[in-house]
């Protein structure tokens, strides 16, 4: 199959490292930086039920637009680009027959998601088909996943961003190990590369490593593998294996820059980097250095654990929430306000949480939003002082950004000619 | 019916005069009270007569007093000094501990002579005491001189603590001879300063000249060497953080500060302990208080930083040695800043530098001093002509020489752990055998390890061959055990004894 796909990204402003973007995929634009939410379109449900999931539901009911719940508002503007996985398919212990129901049609087929129109980044799950021993897992079937197959997954999803199956590296992995999981991502991503021509969309690349010289082999064992220069192939970077150091963030800091130096190093640095699984906190400090989208299914996790988001750094429990104080839509909606705070009748615990997921996620959004305003005017003095003001109470977290600030944007101490002896 | 409290005034008295612990306070209050006066010079001068009777006199050309301020300067807590440092009255309280007061003051041409005999011992005796008044027409410029006698000093003024050192130190850090306000455009003026001691307490030197001014070591960013981290010295400039009370009240902080090694911090008037003296300084009038290293987190080491954060709002003991109001917001407020303040320091890329250097000399003296030791491990062993094992590395060591060199037996580590009581399986003729090595065989036992599952023996030496044979002549766990080195086996058990075959390497190895 020969497509006609149209991939664009153009850099509209730049502060330093940072940059503020616009992906254009087929029609359909996307400013970064961006955090794409992670949505689980099918979780074993049926149509009418917009295909289940919980929480996942509630989601998919403020992106479908649906009416009882989002009372006319849209909400369109949390989910301009949405990450799910080909992995998260067999969730919910599915028989294979609705498998194949499910990937009979493309998301945007079906009925209940005929409105949306956000960008659709198609993850190849890699991390959990590797720590399934290679396979997806169902209530009736187990099914071997390799690249050829993932990518016939990502594409049945109707996607607009696919990516090739990765082995993503753990900290503790042997240096042989390492090197073994490198090789087989880059044997799968020269596959996807000769398979380029069946994505009706942008194909990104994934790149694994915590810093340079790690990158420096993953960048290099990929261009051994492929046949024609990065760039060619691939419309995107995307740097994984950063979950399990998610808390450590000198150690994301380091590998989005030593990533970002790679690509500059190689002549990429035109292409969008995207940082796997990462969100929160770290977020700002990792656009400062160069990263333009995220994905984070974090919003979801907060919220099932009753955590509301009070801004990217705190959290407070549910009953503790002070909606009045937050300019939210979510928290606006006297709606959504009295479903958080169990006030109506026959709630079932995934519309308070989902109501709950969804002001976690405008949060972040509007933390992004923010920093791309601000990217807009250009000026790094702009940025460094929104991070610090942001991390003003942060007493644990503001020496990282000090040190991003003072050693990439504006020393805080300038050699002075006065000496005070 | 109202009834309006009553202060007891003499007990008032008694009360902050004897708040001043430190009779070097008596230093601090005359320099603050000579600044507010204006003075460009004051002279302390402080002397002990035979009998250990001190006697001070302060001398400056302020603006001197009229019978008003004299009145403050006795009475308590009425000073007519606003946003000055003795705004409170108390300061000068301190002199009240002493047998006479002299005060000599010309001001608009009016001099004012006052006296104000035992007021201690009145004090004491439930008395207030009273001052005289004289005052005549002068022609002299504006000055104030004021003598104590008979100072109780306790044991501040003795010639065995007292020293110039101590007093320069003391200045530096203790009154507004350290000020910082020369750093920002307050209305700082600048004051000489002038102390001598009589020769009873200290003759060492003549006096102690200095200013009103801190200074830090000269600056020295990035110096060559070898080992020059401890001289790195650098200084962060001043600087006025402003933080906004919820009530919407500002304050101001200004900071300035210098991070330094102990040769670069040995350049100020230190003496004793930099941990003492060193780290985050919380000031107010530009005179330092009280420390909070806590801005610099647990991560660093506060007496690398010398720092001095200056705000109006701190309100501070009669003694001025504590701040008071270190439960409300404003504390807070100020601590909070301080806290952004010196994280922002410690992210700095010349600090992070600095303790980078220090880091790698720390390690260069490390090898130096493992050279050192290195050396004395080769001539012991050059005197010991060769394998001599001290640990149980050294013996597999010797066992695998042992065996490599044609032993009459194959005896090779195969697995070892050395913390388990049984640490070695050895490969033998006869398979796989479990066994302890020990560098002395005698160690094993006073540990009183079972040899239930104990196959061999193997060790650099038998040890203590007494303790051995002390052990064979009891028993061992309850049992009896015999030491045969002469067929290099022991006998453990009753009846049938187990036995167990003891490798001794000393000796067998080329």
Same mark, same amino acid.
Request: overall charge negative.
């Given at each position: 199959?020969?497509?006609d796909?149209?991939?664009?990204f ?12 616009q992906?254009?995929i087929?029609?359909r634009? %996307? ?20 295909f ?24 369109s503007?949390?989910f301009r680009?949405?990450?799910?996985s ?8 599915i028989?294979?027959k609705?498998?194949d ?13 005929n ?8 993850d ?5 088909i ?8 169902g209530?009736?079937f187990?099914?071997?996943?390799d690249?050829?197959q *993932?990518?016939d997954?990502?594409l ?11 082995h ?7 240096f ?6 490198m ?6 991503a ?27 082999r ?7 593998e ?9 419309d ?5 294996s ?10 994301l800091?380091e *590998? ?6 790679e690509?500059?190093?190689?002549g990429?640095?035109? %292409?969008?980097l ?8 770290a977020?700002?400090?990792l656009?400062a ?8 299914a ?6 099932i654990n009753?955590?509301y ?10 009953d503790?929430a002070d909606?009045d ?17 169990n006030?109506?009748d ?8 989902g109501s ?5 996620l ?5 933390e %992004?939003?923010?920093?791309?305003q ?7 003095? %702009? ?11 942060q007493k644990?977290?503001?020496?990282f ?8 944007i504006n ?5 002075t000619?006065?000496?005070?002896a | 019916?109202?009834? #309006? ?6 007990n ?12 070097l306070?008596v ?10 006066a204006?003075?460009t010079?004051v002279?302390?001068n @402080?002397?002990?007569?035979?009998e250990?009777q001190?006697t001070? @006199?302060?001398t400056?050309?302020?603006?001197g ?8 300067f ?7 000094k ?8 108390h ?7 002493s ?24 004090? !004491?005796?439930r008395?207030?005491?009273?001052y005289?008044?004289?005052? #005549?027409? #002068?022609d002299?410029?504006s ?8 100072f ?6 003795d010639?065995?603590?007292?020293? =110039?050192n ?6 530096k850090?203790k009154?507004?001879?350290?000020s ?12 000489? $300063? ?8 200290v003759?060492?030197?003549?006096s102690v ?29 001043p ?6 009370l919820?009530?919407?009240?500002e304050?101001? @902080?200004?900071?300035v ?5 102990k040769?670069?911090?040995n ?12 780290? $985050? ?10 420390? =909070? !290293?806590d801005? @610099?987190?647990a ?20 003694n001025?040695?504590k $701040? ?15 806290d952004?303040?010196m994280t ?6 010349? =600090? ?6 220090r ?5 260069k003296?490390s ?18 002509? &060769?394998?001599?094992?001290s ?10 020489? =042992?065996?490599?060199? &044609?032993?009459p ?10 913390d388990?009581?049984v640490?070695a ?7 796989y055998? !479990?066994a ?8 094993f036992?006073?540990?009183? #390890? ?15 061959r ?5 052990i064979?002549?009891?028993?061992y ?9 002469q ?14 075959p003891?490798?001794?390497?000393d000796?067998?190895i080329?």
């Amino acid at each position: 199959m020969v497509t006609d796909r149209m991939v664009s990204f153009d850099i509209i402003a730049e502060a330093g490292e940072a940059r503020h973007g616009q992906l254009q995929i087929n029609g359909r634009t %996307l400013e970064t930086p961006h955090l794409f939410p992670v949505v689980n379109f099918y979780g074993g449900g049926n149509e009418g039920a917009l295909f289940g999931g919980g929480v996942h539901r509630t989601i998919k009911e403020f992106l479908a637009h649906d009416n009882e719940i989002t009372a006319g508002e849209d909400y369109s503007d949390l989910f301009r680009g949405v990450m799910t996985s080909i992995a998260s398919l067999t969730d919910y212990g599915i028989r294979e027959k609705k498998l194949d129901w499910y990937l009979g049609k493309e998301i945007r087929e079906w009925e209940c998601f005929n409105s949306f129109d956000g960008m659709i980044f198609a993850d190849s799950g890699g991390y959990k088909i590797l720590s399934n021993g290679g396979g997806l897992e169902g209530a009736d079937f187990e099914k071997d996943v390799d690249q050829d197959q *993932a990518l016939d997954m990502q594409l049945a999803l109707g996607p607009d961003i696919v990516v090739n199956l990765d082995h993503p590296i753990h900290p503790d992995d042997e240096f042989e190990e390492r090197v073994e999981k490198m090789k087989k991502t880059a044997a799968n991503a020269a596959r996807l590369a000769e398979r380029r021509e069946d994505v009706n969309g942008a194909c990104y690349l994934t790149v694994h490593g915590y810093y340079e010289e790690m990158l420096e082999r993953s960048f290099n064992l990929i261009e051994d593998e492929l046949e024609e220069p990065i760039p060619e192939a691939f419309d995107g970077i995307a740097l994984g294996s950063l979950v399990p150091r998610k808390d450590n963030v000198e150690v994301l800091v380091e *590998a989005v820059s030593d990533c970002k130096l790679e690509m500059q190093q190689r002549g990429y640095e035109d %292409l969008p980097l995207h940082v796997f699984g990462i969100a929160g906190n770290a977020m700002p400090l990792l656009v400062a250095v160069g990263a333009d989208s995220f994905d984070s299914a974090s919003y979801l996790h907060q919220a099932i654990n009753g955590k509301y988001c009070v801004n990217l750094f705190e959290t407070v429990s549910l009953d503790e929430a002070d909606f009045d104080a937050c300019d939210c839509r979510v928290c606006n909606d006297d709606f959504h306000v009295a479903r958080m705070r169990n006030e109506m009748d026959n709630l079932y615990q995934k519309d308070i949480l989902g109501s709950l997921a969804a002001h976690n996620l405008a949060i972040q959004q509007q933390e %992004l939003r923010k920093f791309r305003q601000l990217l807009t005017e250009g000026d790094q003095q %702009l940025v460094a002082d929104h991070l610090e003001e942001a991390v003003k109470d942060q007493k644990g977290f503001r020496k990282f950004v000090y040190q991003l600030i003072n050693e990439r944007i504006n020393p805080y101490f300038e050699e002075t000619d006065t000496t005070y002896a | 019916m109202h009834k #309006t409290p009553q202060v007891n005034e003499v007990n008032e008295f008694i009360e902050i005069a004897s708040d001043f612990e430190d009779p070097l306070e008596v230093i601090r209050e005359a320099l603050s009270n000579s600044y507010d006066a204006n003075a460009t010079l004051v002279d302390i001068n @402080i002397a002990q007569d035979d009998e250990g009777q001190n006697t001070l @006199i302060i001398t400056d050309d302020g603006f001197g007093m009229d019978e008003d301020d004299l009145s403050s300067f006795f009475d308590l807590g009425n000073s007519n000094k606003h946003d000055a440092i003795g705004y409170k009255g108390h300061g000068t309280k301190i002199y009240y501990k002493s047998d006479k007061i002299c005060v000599e003051t010309v001001k608009d041409g009016t001099r004012i002579e006052s006296v104000m005999d035992h007021p201690w011992t009145k004090l !004491n005796n439930r008395k207030l005491p009273r001052y005289s008044i004289d005052e #005549t027409d #002068t022609d002299e410029p504006s000055q104030t001189r004021i003598e104590v006698h008979g100072f109780q000093a306790g044991q501040g003024f003795d010639p065995q603590q007292l020293t =110039y050192n101590k007093i320069e130190h003391y200045i530096k850090w203790k009154t507004i001879g350290g000020s910082t306000a020369w750093f920002f455009d307050d209305d700082f003026h600048e004051m000489d $300063i002038n102390i001598e001691l009589s020769s009873t307490i200290v003759d060492t030197r003549d006096s102690v000249e200095t200013d009103n001014r801190l200074k830090f070591p000269a600056e020295n960013l990035d110096p060559d060497g070898e080992f020059v981290a401890e001289g790195m010295c650098k200084h962060y400039p001043p600087q006025e953080l402003s933080v906004v009370l919820d009530d919407g009240r500002e304050l101001s @902080i200004e900071v300035v500060g210098m991070v330094g090694g102990k040769e670069a911090r040995n350049k100020m008037q230190t003496y004793g302990k930099h941990s003492a003296q060193f780290g $985050i300084w919380l000031a107010k009038d530009h005179i330092k208080v009280e420390r =909070y !290293n806590d801005a @610099i987190g647990a991560d660093n080491e506060f007496f690398h930083f010398f720092f001095i954060a200056n705000c109006q709002d701190l309100e501070l003991s009669a003694n001025r040695e504590k $701040i008071r109001n270190k439960s409300g917001d404003v504390y807070q407020a100020i601590t909070d800043e301080l806290d952004r303040y010196m994280t922002k320091v410690c992210q700095e890329s010349w =600090y992070r530098d600095y303790i980078e250097r220090r880091k790698l000399e720390d390690k260069k003296r490390s090898v130096r001093s493992q050279e050192n030791s290195l050396e004395e491990r080769l001539a012991r062993t050059q005197e010991l002509g &060769g394998l001599s094992p001290s640990n149980p590395a050294e013996v597999i060591a010797a066992l695998e020489r =042992y065996s490599a060199n &044609g032993s009459p037996e194959t005896v090779e580590i195969a697995d070892f752990r050395i913390d388990e009581e049984v640490n070695a399986i050895v490969d033998t003729d006869e398979g796989y055998k !479990n066994a302890a090595l020990q560098v002395k065989l005698s160690d094993f036992f006073e540990t009183e #390890t079972p040899l239930t599952n104990i196959d061999r023996f193997v060790c650099w030496k038998l040890g203590d061959r007494d303790a051995l044979t002390r052990i064979e002549r009891s028993s061992y766990l309850g049992e009896p055990i015999r030491f045969d080195f002469q067929n290099n086996v022991i006998q453990y058990g009753k009846g049938d004894p187990k036995t167990i075959p003891v490798l001794e390497l000393d000796g067998k190895i080329m």
